[in-house]
Nanobody, 123 residues
Framework: VQLQASGGGLVQAGGSLRLSCAASGRTFSGYAVGWFRQAPGNERQFVAAIRWNSGYTYYADSVKGRFTISRDNAKRTVYLRMNSLKPEDTAVYYC?????????????????WGQGTQVTVSS
């Protein structure tokens, strides 16, 4: 399975973007799909995750109430809707897939990663 992230771009503060993570190859199965981001000079950080079967979601505190993760099983795609964007949200955003069970998708390692998509928020 390959993951393809898209939807990044340049947006003004307060604006919105929707990122997509599409799976090619086999079905988009597994335990969870997560979004992560990495800004220059910073470590990669967790943003949001969704359990594939139940749809249960997890969010980093910094994006709660602004970002929404969702999935479309038929399209084998996971989305990250980002509203009220701030300059500190600027980063390369990555999607990743966790195959096996994990108690907390915010903290467990992910097995497969897509290439990133750049999100730039201007002030």
């Amino acid at each position: 399975v390959q993951l393809q992230a898209s939807g990044g771009g340049l947006v003004q503060a307060g604006g919105s973007l929707r990122l997509s993570c599409a799976a090619s190859g086999r079905t988009f199965s597994g335990y969870a799909v997560g979004w992560f981001r990495q800004a220059p000079g910073n470590e990669r950080q967790f943003v949001a995750a969704i359990r594939w079967n139940s749809g249960y979601t997890y969010y980093a505190d910094s994006v709660k109430g602004r970002f929404t993760i969702s999935r479309d099983n038929a399209k084998r795609t996971v989305y990250l809707r980002m509203n009220s964007l701030k300059p500190e949200d600027t980063a390369v955003y990555y999607c990743a897939r966790r195959v096996g069970f994990c108690t907390n998708p915010q903290q467990c390692p992910y097995d497969f990663w897509g290439q990133g998509t750049q999100v730039t928020v201007s002030s």
